[in-house]
């Protein structure tokens, strides 16, 4: 009995790992067919395809599921296609930025609005909450790309606007608007990032205890496993291990 449930309990990690991947290659896949659609289905001609392809790489997605994505775009298929900022508060009164690519807003909508009001949360108007954070994009390099110094030195270069450091990455912040020039300047001296993306930035943590940062990590769990959802932003503090955009 005990090697059944040693089994069970490894395929459940495996199965939940397998979900989250998939819908992760799916995130990646809606992410190039929009960029395709939106510029030339060319990267060499369109930053926004471009980083989303790298993205893809990054994680492994297979090149034919790359490809795929991009022959959507050119088949009309993403016409329908919307993208949509929701922005509420979560229990204990923390931000949350909910990024959606659908093809039904409708449905998204009720299906935003239905989790954040079972797990405690109220659902904003737009602007209500985006004040509180910074659009910026985000280049995120592993440890062992470059000293502490010299991926400080090598960001200015390349018009960063800040580089936080610690043990587990150098993640470099610019300007949204100018992410492509500074994620190409820094690939070309020191190689490709793990990741590439236009963020939302809290301005300032607010700490999240006790009741309020259960029912806030149960309601940034059910929106991150929403079909519709792309990512989740919040200002609330959860402590280094625990994230709500994916990212460590």
Same mark, same amino acid.
């Given at each position: 009995m005990a090697g059944h449930s040693k089994f069970k309990n490894i395929q459940f990690r495996k199965d +939940?790992?397998?979900a989250i991947r998939s819908k992760l290659f799916s995130k990646f896949s809606r992410d190039i067919t929009l960029a395709a659609k939106q510029g030339l289905p060319d990267p060499a001609a369109n930053s926004r395809l471009r980083l989303a392809i790298a993205n893809a790489k990054a994680e492994s997605m297979p090149k034919e %599921? !790359?490809?795929r994505a991009i022959k959507k775009a050119l088949g009309g298929d993403a016409d329908t296609y919307e993208e949509i900022r929701y922005e509420g508060f979560g229990p204990g009164g923390a931000g949350l930025i909910v990024e959606v690519l659908t093809d039904n807003r %409708? +449905? =998204? =909508? =009720? %299906? !935003? +609005?239905? $989790?954040?009001g079972k797990h405690g949360g109220n659902l904003g108007e737009t602007g209500s909450v985006a004040f509180m954070f910074d659009r910026l994009g985000r280049i995120i390099y592993p440890p062992a790309a470059m000293s502490d110094e =010299? !991926? $400080?030195e090598a960001s200015i270069e390349a018009g960063a606007v800040d580089v936080e450091s610690d043990g587990r990455a150098h993640t470099v912040f610019t300007a949204f608007e100018e992410l492509a020039q500074v994620a190409e300047a820094l690939e070309r001296s020191i190689g490709p990032a793990h990741t590439t993306a236009v963020v939302w930035k809290a301005k300032s943590l607010v700490p999240a205890v006790g009741d309020s940062s259960v029912g806030l990590m149960k309601l940034i769990e059910s929106l991150e496993v929403d079909d519709d959802v792309l990512n989740v932003w919040t200002n609330a503090e959860l402590g280094d291990e625990e994230s709500a955009d994916g990212e460590p």
């Amino acid at each position: 009995m005990a090697g059944h449930s040693k089994f069970k309990n490894i395929q459940f990690r495996k199965d +939940r790992q397998d979900a989250i991947r998939s819908k992760l290659f799916s995130k990646f896949s809606r992410d190039i067919t929009l960029a395709a659609k939106q510029g030339l289905p060319d990267p060499a001609a369109n930053s926004r395809l471009r980083l989303a392809i790298a993205n893809a790489k990054a994680e492994s997605m297979p090149k034919e %599921n !790359i490809e795929r994505a991009i022959k959507k775009a050119l088949g009309g298929d993403a016409d329908t296609y919307e993208e949509i900022r929701y922005e509420g508060f979560g229990p204990g009164g923390a931000g949350l930025i909910v990024e959606v690519l659908t093809d039904n807003r %409708n +449905r =998204a =909508a =009720a %299906n !935003i +609005r239905t $989790l954040f009001g079972k797990h405690g949360g109220n659902l904003g108007e737009t602007g209500s909450v985006a004040f509180m954070f910074d659009r910026l994009g985000r280049i995120i390099y592993p440890p062992a790309a470059m000293s502490d110094e =010299a !991926i $400080l030195e090598a960001s200015i270069e390349a018009g960063a606007v800040d580089v936080e450091s610690d043990g587990r990455a150098h993640t470099v912040f610019t300007a949204f608007e100018e992410l492509a020039q500074v994620a190409e300047a820094l690939e070309r001296s020191i190689g490709p990032a793990h990741t590439t993306a236009v963020v939302w930035k809290a301005k300032s943590l607010v700490p999240a205890v006790g009741d309020s940062s259960v029912g806030l990590m149960k309601l940034i769990e059910s929106l991150e496993v929403d079909d519709d959802v792309l990512n989740v932003w919040t200002n609330a503090e959860l402590g280094d291990e625990e994230s709500a955009d994916g990212e460590p």
